[in-house]
């Protein structure tokens, strides 16, 4: 049972566009996500997250947006920049500063065209 | 700080054979985690714990075990090896208070 989904393996942008990353999850009782970056053979690091009681957080080019009621979360990149070229992951958790048992997506590798 | 370090690097083992993967963190954080991840797939928690001497399972604990002795370090003991867990291991820490998870660059497990 995958609680949290990223259903686009893979997502192409031109440099200075915007990227838009999606995730679903399924499980309401989550109450804090995420979003992690992760470059090949590194660790993920963290990027951005949001509590459920807010709809949006946004750090300088990142912006994160949060539909409960659809259970639906998106990840914004403006403008996009070849170093952003990375996969990314969605996560959830049912506390955030607690024990933050998160749950991961799938990934969304996100590739930045010059 | 180095933050959070894991060795070995890489790693193959044989069916059955057991080995103990090492994770250090140099931050003071009380919460430190492992997780796996296999090909095309998100990261799922196997063990965390809150501090030392205090562990509890996460979503896929079978096959393994750990310990926490001390605040820095969270080892990851598989004890017979299988093909099934061939994953990339990564180990996180947090600081009570705080929603940031800090991660190692990961060990890459092989077993055939």
């Known amino acids: 049972d995958q609680q949290v989904k990223q259903n686009s393996p893979s997502l192409s942008v031109q440099e200075g566009r915007i990227s838009i990353l999606n995730c679903d999850y399924t499980?309401?009782?989550?109450?804090?996500f995420l979003w992690y970056k992760k470059y090949p053979a590194e660790g993920p690091t963290f990027l951005i997250s949001?509590?459920?009681?807010?709809d949006k957080n946004e750090d300088g080019r990142f912006t994160v947006f949060l539909n409960k009621s659809a259970k639906h979360l998106s990840l914004h990149i403006v403008p996009s920049q070849p170093g952003d070229s990375a996969v990314y992951f969605c996560a959830a958790s049912r506390e955030a500063s607690g024990a933050q048992k998160l749950v991961f997506g799938q990934g969304t590798r996100l590739t930045i065209n010059p | 700080n180095a933050g959070v370090t894991q060795t070995p690097k890489f790693r193959i083992l044989k069916i059955g054979q057991s080995m103990t993967l090492q994770c250090t963190q140099d931050?003071?954080?009380?919460?430190m985690y492992w997780y796996r991840q296999d090909p095309g797939m998100g990261l799922k928690l196997i063990y965390y714990s809150v501090g030392a001497g205090i562990t509890d399972k996460g979503e896929v604990p079978n096959g393994y075990n750990v310990s926490r002795s001390t605040t820095e370090d969270f080892p990851l003991r598989l004890e017979l090896a299988a093909p099934s867990q061939t994953s990339v291991y990564f180990c996180a820490s947090k600081d009570r208070g705080y929603n940031e998870q800090f991660f190692g660059p990961g060990t890459r497990l092989t077993v055939l």
């Open positions: 949001i509590s459920s009681i807010k």
């Open positions: 931050m003071n954080h009380n919460y």
């Open positions: 499980n309401s009782m989550f109450d804090y």
